[in-house]
């Protein structure tokens, strides 16, 4: 009777640590799904919708000469191929180009709305830094941070479009 009753224990024992080895097995699966998906790839970024603006050709024109929305506009075509290395890079070189990108802004282009889009696009080109380069920050804020500087970039060029039209439209003169 006691053989019996040991045996029964020691099966029991044997069962029970086997289905814990299945539950490891299980959560380390788990696990690498979830790093995999948390990793953001240009399919993802391509999926993200927005209005795309693009500049008018004298809007091409005008911003001809400033030289850092050009570079921006590379770098976000970069993004959009999901590469990340100008956005998360270190922030103090990304401070001096926004602080050079606010300073070579065209003097026919310096109105409220294009200024107050620049300030947008400086804003959400550090908060968007700060998602990519901490590593506490789910993969949706992030995904959020990408949209957020495609819409501001987007408007910059709305904008920039606008103010050219209404100049246009400004130097008709009624007969």
């Not at 696009?121 to 995904?143: C, G, H, P, S």
Request: hydrophobic share 35%.
């Amino acid at each position: 009777m006691k053989i019996t009753s040991v045996l029964l224990g020691v099966c029991c024992v044997i069962f029970m640590s086997c289905g814990e080895e299945k539950n490891n097995t299980v959560e380390t699966e788990t696990k690498d799904a979830t790093e995999q998906s948390a990793r953001i790839s240009a399919k993802t970024i391509e999926n993200i919708e927005y209005n795309d603006y693009a500049l008018s050709p004298e809007g091409e024109n005008a911003v001809v000469t400033w030289e850092k929305h050009q570079e921006l506009a590379t770098q976000i075509s970069y993004l959009k191929r999901g590469d990340f290395s100008f956005f998360n890079g270190d922030k103090e070189q990304l401070k001096k180009f926004i602080e050079e990108f606010k300073s070579q802004l065209p003097e026919g282009l310096k109105t409220n709305p294009v200024v107050s889009r620049n300030a947008i696009v400086e804003t959400t080109l550090l908060k968007l830094n700060e998602n990519l380069t901490l590593d506490n920050i789910e993969r949706t804020a992030q995904l959020v941070s990408i949209k957020e500087m495609f819409v501001a970039f987007s408007n910059l060029n709305y904008q920039i479009n606008k103010k050219l039209e209404r100049d246009m439209y400004d130097k008709i003169q009624p007969e």
